[in-house]
């Protein structure tokens, strides 16, 4: 028997690579940074990142095809991902007047949804502050 504790699975390694990272990767970029570790097909990211999605520990970035590591526990309630266009820089933050509004849609139309994205694209503090140099 393998002992338990020790094996580390591509979910696993998928999951340290993206934490390693500040940005938001894709899967061709997580692929390409774990070519080293053994992991030398795209099905196998994908597969990796199916399944973190599915626990909660990852979220993908629809507008940019991209996969961040999940702040933290949000009770299932629907992260809004700011996103900087200038730097990249990805920030999750969850909002309970949000969630209290699709709840309140919800209740009100009728509509059950299952999965609900809010990306907001902009700029982050430190770009809008940053005077530019042209
Ligand atoms: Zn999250
Ligand atoms: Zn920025």
Redesign the pocket.
């Known amino acids: 028997m393998e002992k338990r504790s020790k094996r580390v699975t591509h979910a696993d390694r998928v999951f340290d690579y993206l934490q390693s990272q500040d940005r938001p990767m894709s899967a061709y970029d997580i692929l390409e940074g774990l070519r080293d570790d053994g992991v030398t097909a795209s099905t196998t990211v994908y597969r990796a990142l199916e399944k973190l999605t599915e626990v909660g520990k990852v979220h993908r970035i629809e507008s940019l095809n991209a996969w961040t590591v999940c702040c933290g526990g949000h009770d299932g309630k629907t992260p809004v991902f700011a996103i ?1 266009d ?2 990249g ?1 990805v920030t999750e933050h969850v909002d309970d007047d949000f969630a209290d509004s699709i709840a309140g849609l919800s209740q009100r139309t009728g509509f059950a949804p299952n999965h609900s994205v809010l990306e907001l694209h902009g ?2 503090s ?2 809008s502050t940053s005077v530019p140099s042209h």
């Open positions: 900087c200038d730097c820089i700029r982050c430190d770009c």
